[in-house]
């Protein structure tokens, strides 16, 4: 059993209403007020989703899972659905009775069921941040369908795509249900922010960056949907019940987003290991020779990760923050895996925690007030979490006999926010003066001649079973259909 659905085990099976207008298990019908109030924002989610939703493709019929109810063994239902006529539904994991506030000033205390209303603000703010990820990534990857290198990928993407307008309705219906005007505020503004955008962009960096290429998709569902995994986790330690059930069942359908993250950089990885075999290179940086032959060579795939890692670390904020010690000893927001950690008190008050921090041009570490370096703690664990798929995908390239290695570029490199957001720091973790910053850039990070070659390789493979020369097919298909199942109907006019 995955992660996501050990989330939710063992507690009832809760049927899910899709006779609504908006299917729920949180009995919506018997609220009209916020019926009604998430009727006047559907119409305006639609619009959003066939403007700023996947390019194309909207009339195709995609082979699709929907969350029928939110028991582990049986909640989701495949069947073929025109992307704009998926049932976006209201899911929360079951109420565990007598749960309590697992962190912070208030641990102990029954969790609450209404908002604190001591800490509405900022209870709201994580909720907004939370929710505005969600539609952000949709907008990234908007044009993706075009070029998809297969069917069965180009259906991931759209799955992807319906499950992150999932996570922005559950999210949606926490503002509308629980804050009100501003809630109803809030909710329009999701829609508006636009990812990219200069004057009303998405709140946070990573998702204003661009998704150019399947390759960006792969690594960005691999270590961003992996921020995605570790910060709905430590939303469902939250004492904010309503927002911690809700956070426990995206996860489950976050662990999809992870897998498609995971295989597709390791079918990307296994498609040129057999391609260098088979043309008998063994050194992996020939690169000419390895990208003649419609594959991706490994360090281009290295850059790619760098890229994506190194932004995604932004996403856990300062290392050292006041605003994550105070979301945290509010019992607002808990740390990874919260409720199962058991050497602390979970108060924290006078524990600490070691921060790696950059000192008069060294690297130094530092214990800090545990409460302050919430954050760091995260990006830590989030830092473990990532090596299980990069060993795996070592695995394939040493099988193949290849000699390379993928690594995490060290925790300071090309980072905007937190401890080393002034020093200029090599993938190996050395502190660089700006001008071999520059000089090394484009051997750590894609350049434009590695954006020239990937390009290239993105031609659209839109018949069953067809597969692009730079990805292997996967070992099994969606719900155990053949890997040349018709995933993706599209009606070529
Ligand atoms: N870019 O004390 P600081 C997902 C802002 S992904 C721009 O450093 P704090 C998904 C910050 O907002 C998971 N701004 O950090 C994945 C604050 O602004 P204000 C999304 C940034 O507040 C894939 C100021 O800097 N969920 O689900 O402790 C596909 C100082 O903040 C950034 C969450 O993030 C940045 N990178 O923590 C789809 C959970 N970083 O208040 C979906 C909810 C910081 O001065 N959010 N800032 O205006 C949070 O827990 C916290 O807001 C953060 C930041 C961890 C993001």
Not at 121 to 148: F, H, M, N, Y
Request: proline share 5%; charged share 25%.
């Amino acid at each position: 059993m995955s992660e996501a659905t050990e989330a939710i085990r063992g507690e009832a099976f809760v049927e899910v209403n899709y006779d609504d207008s908006i299917p729920n298990n949180v009995n919506l019908s018997s609220d009209k007020q916020l019926l009604r109030a998430l009727e006047s924002w559907h119409p305006n989610y639609i619009d959003w989703w066939k403007e700023m939703g996947p390019e194309g493709f909207q009339s195709a019929e995609v082979y699709l899972r929907t969350a029928v109810g939110v028991d582990p063994s049986g909640w989701a239902k495949f069947g073929h659905v025109k992307m704009p006529e998926y049932r976006w539904g209201i899911l929360l994991a079951p109420k565990e009775e007598g749960r309590t506030i697992p962190c912070g000033r208030h641990k102990g205390e029954p969790a609450w069921q209404e908002v604190p209303g001591e800490y509405r603000s900022l209870l709201r703010k994580l909720i907004v941040v939370q929710g505005d990820t969600e539609p952000a990534s949709v907008e990234q990857q908007r044009w993706l369908g075009a070029t998809a290198p297969s069917l069965y990928d180009m259906r991931n993407l759209f799955q992807v795509n319906v499950e992150e307008g999932r996570h922005l309705w559950a999210m949606v219906y926490l503002l509308v249900k629980y804050f009100g005007k501003d809630g109803r505020e809030e909710a329009q503004a999701l829609l508006e922010r636009r990812s990219g955008h200069e004057d009303n962009p998405r709140i946070l960096g990573a998702f204003n960056e661009r998704t150019p290429d399947w390759l960006s998709f792969f690594m960005f569902t691999y270590f961003t949907d992996r921020d995605g995994k570790m910060q709905l986790a430590a939303l469902a330690q939250s004492g904010f019940d309503p927002l911690s059930r809700s956070c426990r069942f995206m996860l489950t359908e976050e662990a999809h987003h992870l897998f498609v993250g995971e295989t597709g950089v390791g079918r990307t990885i296994e498609a040129t290991c057999h391609a260098m075999n088979k043309a008998g290179i063994t050194d992996p940086f020939d690169k000419e020779r390895i990208r003649a032959l419609g594959v991706v060579d490994l360090p281009t795939l290295q850059k790619k990760a760098n890229f994506h890692m190194s932004v995604t670390r932004d996403l856990f904020g300062a290392e050292v923050s006041s605003n994550a010690a105070e979301s945290f000893s509010a019992g607002l927001k808990g740390r990874f895996n919260e409720s199962h950690l058991t050497s602390d008190d979970h108060v924290l008050e006078n524990a600490t925690y070691p921060v790696m921090r950059v000192v008069d041009g060294q690297f130094v570490t530092e214990d800090v007030p545990a409460l302050r370096a919430i954050n760091a703690r995260l990006l830590d664990d989030y830092i473990a979490d990532c090596q299980g798929g990069i060993d795996r995908w070592n695995k394939v390239i040493e099988k193949a006999g290849i000699s390379f290695k993928f690594t995490q570029p060290h925790k300071g490199f090309n980072r905007k926010i937190g401890e080393f957001n002034k020093t200029r720091i090599s993938p190996d973790g050395r502190i660089l003066s700006e001008q071999e910053w520059q000089a090394g850039m484009g051997e750590w990070l894609v350049n434009d001649d590695d954006y020239v070659f990937i390009h290239s390789l993105m031609k659209a493979c839109h018949q069953p079973g067809e597969y692009a020369s730079w990805i292997a097919p996967p070992r099994v298909g969606i719900n155990n259909q053949p890997v040349d199942f018709e995933y993706v109907k599209i009606e070529h006019s």
